[in-house]
Antibody, heavy 120, light 108 residues
Framework: QVHLVESGGGVVQPGRSLRLSCAAS????????MHWVRQAPGKGLEWVAV????????YYADSVKGRFTISRDISKNTLYLQLNSLRAEDTAVYYC?????????????WGQGTLVTVSS | SYELTQPPSVSVSPGQTARITCSGD??????AYWYQQKSGQAPALVIY???KRPSGIPERFSGSRAGTMATLTISGAQVEDEADYYC???????????FGGGTKLTVL
């Protein structure tokens, strides 16, 4: 059974950094691409980043490019999101999601999310 | 940047058919996907590749795509279908995910 558990969220000051983790079980990260998606309080979904199943390609939303980095540790079957130079507008629940369809992107399993609050 | 447009809200009575639309210039060339997000929960995939249902999704959920518009149809909507629904596709490069703004479905 596929299971995704995010952790690492919390309250952080503007300009500081944070690393989010997403522990995966029921499948292996080297077989599936993975995404991060965020949702600001009371707002809609915003895609953040993707890492391909082979780990050699990543893409980012313009709003986070150059500040956030997606990565993974196959030995721990864990996905990460490094958040640097945080801003108030980065406050959101961050979800990890598996890309489970062949062909185009398709987020077929989601974690429950971890809340990041950027505030002084 | 590329955008997908959804109506902010749709309201139906129980048993009626709910239709939620999603429009975008790249949709003639890209699949559409639909997610359901109930209050306080993570999103869940309900339709992929325009019209396919993941296992466990009721048959009353269906999807279609024609031209620049994709449509999620819930035939015989039930109270438990009340949720926010988001469409998703990719931009013309195929490398970036784009979500629609979401549609709040009310069934009462």
């Amino acid at each position: 059974q596929v299971h995704l558990v995010e952790s690492g969220g919390g309250v952080v000051q503007p300009g500081r950094s944070l690393r989010l983790s997403c522990a995966a079980s029921g499948f292996t990260l080297n077989k599936y691409g993975m995404h991060w998606v965020r949702q600001a309080p009371g707002k809609g979904l915003e895609w953040v980043a993707v890492i391909y199943y082979h780990g050699n390609r990543e893409y980012y939303a313009d709003s986070v490019k150059g500040r956030f980095t997606i990565s993974r540790d196959i030995s721990k079957n864990t996905l990460y999101l490094q958040l640097n130079s945080l801003r108030a507008e980065d406050t959101a629940v961050y979800y990890c999601a598996r890309d489970g369809c062949s062909g185009s992107y398709c987020l077929d399993h989601w974690g429950q999310g971890t809340l990041v609050t950027v505030s002084s | 940047s590329y955008e997908l447009t959804q109506p902010p809200s749709v309201s139906v009575s129980p048993g009626q058919t709910a239709r939620i639309t999603c429009s975008g210039d790249a949709l003639p060339r890209k699949y559409a996907y639909w997610y359901q997000q109930k209050s306080g929960q993570a999103p869940a995939l309900v339709i992929y590749e325009d019209s396919k249902r993941p296992s466990g999704i009721p048959e009353r959920f269906s999807g279609s795509r024609a031209g620049t518009m994709a449509t999620l149809t819930i035939s015989g909507a039930q109270v438990e279908d009340e949720a926010d629904y988001y469409c998703h596709s990719t931009d013309s490069s195929g490398n970036h995910v784009v979500f629609g703004g979401g549609t709040k479905l009310t069934v009462l």
